[in-house]
């Protein structure tokens, strides 16, 4: 059975074909340096659309729904929506990275609370346009859940409108209201597109911009919503190009407009900003010119285009799982995005004739439009517990875990959740270092336990623990130092990387190490000292279950114990050296790591590797005995 839709444009249909190929082929990896402009084109075509709908609705019996415009909305997203989010949810442990994973699953349950963008913009440190973020299976959601609280704000608005028009249809009051906030939307979206160019201006310390970043410009409804305001307005003008005059100078205007777009904006380009007025401005022209004719006619209106166009939601929604999980398949080939983009269109389809069509414009009783609300949530509460069992062995470790990784002084603040503590302790050890000594947290704390030892864990990642200026450190030269004396540890375990860069006229990074070796020694504590480098040199974090159970992402799974102790010599030789004249054990771990030959990146199906410069939380755990044999020592010759 078929459904009507009055408000149905061939040309617009064409013009959403349009703009989800610019998507497609941007995150497939083709020429099209554009493409994410294809978002703001879906913005002002919503816009566009839905306006164009209620106002249809208001001119023939002058009333506005706020739960009745809802439920279509729901009956329209959800269910199609519900469905990606359970697939996507449940392949990403097998063919999305270890790294993403976690985030995958994330974004779903947000996704499925009409929140990704929220998600995205507040609990992710990275950009959309970083390569960490493009590994998020379901990073283009974001899209969709501005979309979602723009409807909400949309029916709300209209709502308060309608009803103090007392149910009259009032075009100029309905335009003015949405002119409020759309243009206060767009200066906020220039003014802050400037500020992160640099160039901050009146209104950015008006609204104190300059606490505000690049992703509340990108990610948030408040600098969108003028995008979607543009299309209301359009929908609302009775004439919308008549201010270019001749159809052939409005068909000029839409080439330098695409041409525009195309050439000026790309990943570099501070996005959205002044310059997102080109998409906008092309597809308000696209939608405005209407009933066009030549190319464009040709084009946007051919059979392929309206294909494409009924298609365009179920396929956005399927394409960038399929381009993410292309690459264990196929690592390293281009062309594999492509094709997989190409094929998720079996999917759309699928999902448009079986699911779409099947709830698009049809009334259906309240009560399973409540039930389809809920839906995404349900399904993704449920795929979140399935799909989050299969990998955790790459969690993070104790110190971190607990906030013990800081380069604060005051361990006795953070005693509570850094220190485990035993009823009758033979003593005191504390991990101290930088994130190759909390690499060893877990190993440390079962060590400590073993021998009786209450255990502390002070980390400071990314920070050495070397002596500075002085020739000679003393108490007062280092604050985490004299903070780590005032505990009164009996054994202290070091662990860090010697690859900060360091100012040499200061002395060498062994002789820096020995001054804080021989500042320990001088207040009676004993000193484990961990070579920690025996790094395979191998990322499992983008390595998947399926790239793992066909190999393709172990080559390196029969590493030979030579290359292993070829890689760690020279650290190992920089220890030795820093351990002249101190008194001090050197544990090292790679016979951990390594077996009379060969060195696994993988010990009992588990990672031995949580990425190419640090072990997994599962070795932390195999490091305890040797760690218990190196404080054992030192303890016994005291």
């Keep these: 059975m078929s459904v009507t839709r009055p408000e149905f444009r061939t040309d617009v249909q064409g013009i959403r074909a349009l703009a989800v190929l610019l998507v497609v082929l941007y995150h497939a990896g083709a020429i099209v340096p554009a493409g994410f402009i294809g978002v703001d084109m879906f913005f002002v075509i919503s816009g566009f659309v839905i306006m164009l709908t209620v106002q249809r609705r208001l001119e ?56 990704a963008n929220v998600y995205l913009y507040r609990f992710r440190p990275d950009g959309y346009f970083e390569s960490k973020e493009k590994t998020n299976a379901l990073l283009h959601l974001w899209s969709l859940a501005i979309e979602e609280q723009f409807y909400l704000g949309f029916a709300l608005i209209l709502s308060v409108v309608v009803l103090v028009a007392r149910r009259r249809n009032n075009r100029p009051r309905i335009a003015t209201t949405f002119m409020v906030p759309g243009g206060l939307s767009f200066v906020l979206c220039v003014t802050l597109g400037y500020q992160n160019l640099g160039v901050p201006g009146p209104v950015s310390r008006v609204i104190g911009a300059d606490s505000l970043d690049s992703d509340f410009n990108f990610y948030l409804p408040l600098t969108r919503a003028w995008e979607f305001v543009a299309g209301i307005l359009l929908a609302l003008a009775k004439r919308p190009t008549t201010f270019l005059g001749r159809s052939r100078a409005r068909q000029i205007a839409v080439v330098v407009l695409l041409v525009g777009s195309i050439s000026q904006i790309n990943e570099s380009t501070t996005f959205p900003s002044l310059v997102t007025l080109l998409p906008v401005g092309l597809t308000v022209l696209l939608i405005g010119q ?22 365009s939601y179920s396929w956005y929604l399927w394409h960038w799982p399929f381009v993410q999980f292309a690459d264990p398949l196929f690592p390293g080939n281009k062309g ?31 009560i399973r439009t409540v039930g389809l609300g809920i839906l995404p949530v349900c399904v993704a509460i449920a795929s979140f517990f399935v799909a989050a069992s299969p990998v955790g062995e790459l969690d ?21 959740r850094c220190t485990v503590r035993l009823e009758s302790p033979n003593g005191r050890a504390i991990l101290v270092g930088d994130s190759h000594a909390g690499q060893l947290s877990e190993g440390f704390v079962a060590a400590a336990g073993s021998l009786g030892l209450d255990a502390t864990i002070a980390t400071r990642a990314g920070k050495p623990l070397l002596a ?13 130092l ?69 190999k393709r992402c172990e080559s390196d799974t029969l590493v030979e114990r030579t290359q292993v102790e070829a890689r760690v010599s020279a650290s190992f030789t920089m220890e030795l050296e820093a351990l002249q004249g101190a008194d001090a054990e050197l544990v090292n771990l790679v016979n951990l790591f390594c077996g009379n030959e ?22 932390s755990e195999l490091t305890a005995p040797y760690l218990e044999a190196g404080m054992k020592k030192v303890l016994a010759e005291n």
């Design 482 to 550: 004299d903070a780590i004396i005032k505990e009164d540890p009996d054994v202290v375990v070091i662990a860090q990387s010697k690859d900060y860069p360091l100012d040499e006229t200061t002395g060498t990074w062994e002789q820096r190490f020995r001054q804080v070796l021989l500042f320990f020694q001088r207040e009676g504590i004993e000193v484990v000292v961990v070579n920690s480098s025996a790094i395979a040199g191998i990322e499992p974090r983008e390595c998947s279950v399926f790239s793992v159970a066909v």
């Design 396 to 416: 993070v470790h104790l110190d971190a875990e607990k906030g013990c990784e800081s380069g604060e002084p005051m361990l006795v603040r953070r005693d509570s």
């Design 290 to 311: 209407s009933p066009m004719g030549g190319v464009w006619k040709l084009l946007l209106e051919s059979r392929i285009m309206q294909w494409i166009g009924d298609r």
């Design 468 to 480: 500075g200026n002085k020739s000679f450190l003393t108490k007062g030269d280092d604050p985490f």
């Design 60 to 115: 023939s019996d002058r009333t506005f729904s706020f739960s009745e415009f809802l439920g279509r909305r729901i009956r329209r997203l959800f269910p199609a929506l519900s469905l990606v989010i359970a697939t996507t949810m449940l392949l990403a442990p097998w063919f999305g990275t270890i790294s993403s994973r976690t985030q995958t699953l994330r974004t779903g349950l947000f996704s499925s609370l009409s929140a």
């Design 598 to 619: 060969f060195c696994p990146t993988r010990r009992e199906n588990r990672w031995m590797w949580r990425d190419s410069s640090h072990m997994s939380r599962y070795a």
């Design 336 to 366: 594999a995005s492509l094709v997989a983009a190409a094929i998720s269109l079996v999917p759309a389809h699928l999902s448009f004739t079986f699911i779409e069509s099947r709830f698009r414009g049809r009334k259906i009783p309240t």
